[in-house]
């Protein structure tokens, strides 16, 4: 189990900056701690190179663009078990975590608004979404 911690900057992306912390294949890295700016590229960069072996994801540290977490975000991270979100937090988009089959624990920061649809599609094991106490917008079942 490796646990890396990195701060992303404009310059410094997500595989530049695993690479800096001594991560030459990024499946080794089960838990992964984020500070600075999460942009598009980096989502991608988790998605396709540490979808399966991810356990644990703490970016309440980070940022994210807009403060949106973009549609697809973590779709089909299925080794993805628990993950810490930003308080800056407004909105999580669209199967933001659909096919996450392993998500258990998700946190969710009060400053959330907004709930794409099916943001949580076929995360069956999800037993514990924490800290939401208002929704202004969230998909009604019959659009799951």
Known sequence: ??????????????????????????????????AGTLIEEDFEYIRYYMAETLQILDISKASVEMNKLPDFAFDCCSGLTSILLPDSLTEIGSYAFA????????????????????????????VCILSILTLFSVPTPANQ
């Open 1 to 34: 189990m490796r646990n890396i911690s990195v701060i992303l900057t404009p310059e410094l992306r997500m595989k530049k900056a695993l690479k800096n912390a001594g991560i030459e294949n990024p499946v080794f890295v089960t838990k992964l701690t984020v």
């Open 99 to 126: 096919d996450c089959y392993e998500l258990m624990s998700i946190e969710v920061p009060n400053s959330v608004k907004k709930i794409g649809e099916r943001a949580f599609h076929d995360s069956h094991n999800l």
